[in-house]
């Protein structure tokens, strides 16, 4: 893979690089580069931690670094109608708004929570996991 450095991410940046993504993660700009190069140490970002810490990624193995080379963004996972049941809780993307579902429409392919919802328009919503 050769090197970009338009996905390199560090502290400055960190918040713009998605939870999930493939990444390779490194403590130095050489150590980043040659993994990079040679297509080592792929694994998945868990957490990006606070603006304090020097080490800002967090891998699904649990070790830190400063550095991270996005591989791949995360799979964007879309929410359908069938997803749905009666009870369960959806939250706007946003982060600000969430609604329990009241009613399923299976004729119509439709959900109600703040009002009939086709599945184009759950595009920005998503299922709170209880």
Do not use: Q
């Amino acid at each position: 893979m050769e090197f970009d450095k338009s996905k390199v991410f560090t502290v400055l940046n960190a918040d713009e690089l998605k939870i999930g993504s493939k990444v390779i993660c490194a403590d130095n700009l050489y150590a980043l580069k040659f993994s990079v190069d040679n297509e080592l140490y792929i694994t998945t970002l868990r957490e990006i931690l606070p603006e304090d810490c020097m080490l800002r990624f967090r891998t699904k193995e649990g070790e830190d670094y400063a550095l991270a080379y996005l591989v791949e963004p995360p799979e964007e996972k879309k929410l359908k109608v069938s997803d749905l049941k009666l009870g369960d809780i959806v939250r706007h993307k946003s982060g600000n708004l969430e609604y329990l579902v009241t009613g399923i429409d299976h004729s119509a392919n439709e959900v109600f929570f703040d009002g009939w919802l086709s599945e184009s328009d759950l595009e920005n919503w998503e299922k709170v996991e209880k």
